[in-house]
């Protein structure tokens, strides 16, 4: 594109990202600062993994963007195209293809392999934030590892619902070290997070934070011994693929409470139906 | 047979060709110049300007058109295109003191040297709606005085305090300013670094807690001891040549707020000070930034932090428009997912409150289940010793 | 703002040593990406070979490194057996990266196992800021994944074994990594080069043994 660099990011501002990713993942669950960028696009929609992926990206890289599991939303299309016109790569939506996946909300329900890079958009990557909102203070929580408040939040819930009342960015404990925000991900992919062999980056680019989880990493999702971390689950499969095992959105069919379930992850649900048939 | 929503794409592009149709408007009127625009709506250039924190007229006026006059994303584009530039030179710090002054005034002192100069202000008129500008009329020139260049010297208002010892004196003390457009943000913040979030900051926040602090939420009995708008030289030092030399003048507005004094034991009452500077012809801005920056000194200056406009971290962190207007309008984009598992949840619960809550067993939701009550008592976990049974930790 | 006019002036015959990357957004975008993969997966060989040529000393990898991630924003600070005039002078002519004497005070430190001193200060960050710490960059004669210290921990499936020599100078090195443990999350994560190789061991990683220990190598790759 003319006037812009490859990727977008001038190589100074790849430079202090790239630098800051080396110590996420020597850190892992640790929220590295670092000098955000104004994108060309609002913050919220995805700037922090943007930024990552502009300063990651080569040009043999093969990206996929997903936004809900889905690769034809319209911030996935949006986001693609912009890689598409700053770098010229080439795009797929096939998980299994793809050297980069930048995603928002969901990790893919293919397992993912050794040397893809997953690169999350995360609106507030502080996990403590809703009960401590100030930022000095969730610091010196991480700092003194001070996460009792996040299970009396949790158990809250348990003394309030008879459940853990948290469905998404369910929060998870990093190599024993760091409580982590895994982004709003229901909690069914937190699983997927633990001994990936991709690598896992999270940018919040409003936040001005990163953070990575290395491959084969032990994360944990916070529990109690009575209510152990579960799950979701649907009585019902994939209406078009039929799968009994992917995490399912539920579309409104007519005005008179009909609704079907389908596949989140477009990529896997076309796949199966392409073994199917 | 349900098919995923398809063409994405397609509906975005011809979403943006909507949007410059509406932008274009009646092709019967002659389209906006920039020019126009920079000309007859300076004050919102100047606002654009100020918070995107780029000064360039031009660009300013071109994204005020582009964003169909909505300031928010005008100021959003600016900033995103200053993000782009390379930093060629630092700046030498600009002398409001030597100001090629247009307005000027103090609420402190009826007469000053170098005079009271009310300069193009909406100040006195009468908000009456101009019928005559409705109908095109033409508009007499501004006579010009012959003698500005004359014109006496008109030091500081504070400068005047501080010869008596009256107001805090505010000393370079030579170190290197944060910047706040590289460097994520480290709170506790310094003023220098404060100072340059609230020059950025919305004019519409920064006015609101500002007006705060004059209801009494963190009240800091303020004087406007001195406005001033005009034209600044900009200097760099070139190091090759030894030399500073001037790079340009740019449009500010200045403001001193003489706030209500301090004092201990071992040092005497003085006045303290709040700050506003921005770019362009930005009056009220500057008014409200001074008052927040005084609001946001209490912890330095030993006052009990009690509102709003004095916590700092909650003041700067929200200050800021295009971080704030992005992540609301984020909430636009899809949530399917975390939608439906908040929906399944909410299923559950609701079927589980329903089996409870037949007569016989008398259950709400607002009480824990007889089960949960159980097995909290069985872990022996009281509501204050809870990690005991904890996973993870 | 640094000027790097100044540095130009009499490096022509030294700066010769020292390539530049050929392709400075596309290279340094490749070395990057091999460090990073390096960090992630403790004691993975990498292979960098940004461009042709062999700078004195450091090795392809580290130089790439340096290059890769240097500029006006990064201190480095060089140890003694690898400080020379024309090392000087190329890194600063190429990244514009500010050399330091103070090793608290370096983004990355130029080093080698025989000059390694466990005294040295180099910054571990601080528990609120763990970040902010020095990374080594350390120039190894060899670098293999065969008998040798025992790596587990992030980015290790099981177990990896890694080999930087036996010299007294490895020994201590590797002893100063392995207590990055306790004093996790401060500590300092190193960068071994050896020619076109390059590996990490990051301060989340758990070292065991050494090269004399017993154990029979097993290749975890």
Redesign the interface.
Known sequence: MNGY??AYLD??T???I???????????G?Q??FGGREMPMPYGWGTGGVQLTA?????DDILKVIDQGADDTTNAVSIRHFFQRVAGVETTTATIAADVIQTRHRIPETPLRSGQILVFQVPIPEPLRFIEPSEQET??M???EEYGVMHVKLYEDIARYGHIATTYAYPVK??D??VMDPSPIPKFDNPKLN?SPA?MLFGAGREKRLY???????VESLDFEDHPFEIQSWEENCALCGSDHSYLDEVITDDKGGRMFVCSDTDYCQTRRGEVA | MYVAVKGGEQAIANAHRWLADRRRGDRQRPELEVAQIGDQLRLAVDRVMSEASLYDPELAALAFKQASGDLTEAVFLLRAYRTTLP?L??SEPLNTGDMRLERRISATYKDIPGGQILGPTYDYTHRLLDFLQLAGADVPPAEVREDVSEAEPAPGILDLLDDEGLVEREIDDGAEPADITRDPPDYPMDRAARLQMLARGDEGYLLALGYSTQRGYGRNHPFAGEIRLGQVEVEIHV??WDETICVGEIALSECQMINQFGGTREAAPKFTRGYGLAFGHNERKTMAMALVDRALRAEELGEPVIGPAQQAEFVLAHADSVDASGFVSHLKLPHYVDFQSELDLLRRLRREHARNSSPDLGESLDRPSTEEETSARKSGQGKHDRESGVHGL | ?E?R?TTEKDTSLDLAAWPALAD???D???C??Q??GA???PGKRQTLTPFQGSPPHLGVALWGTLL???????RVWIGADLDSASLRQALTFHTGARLVDDPALA?FALLTPESFDPATPFAMG??????R?T?LLVVVETLVNQLGWRLS?????ESRDLNIGDSAGCQALMKRLGANRAS??CGI?AIFGAGDQLAAI???TRIAGGPSRPTAATEVN
């Open positions: 660099n490859f190589e100074q790849k430079r202090m790239r630098r800051g990713l080396l110590k996420a993942v020597a850190i892992p640790y590295v600062p300063s990651i990206l080569g040009a610091r010196l991480h700092a003194l990093v190599d070290r760091y001994d690598l990575a989880i290395p491959p084969y990493t032990r | 930093r030179a630092i190091d090759e | 703002m000027n006019m400075p957004i596309h340094s975008q490749r990057f990406r460090v990073l960090l992630s997966e890769a991630l240097c500029d006006l924003e990064t983004d601080s528990d609120i800021y763990p970040d710490s990374t921990g992030p980015g290790i499936a996790f999350p994560d990051p301060r989340s």
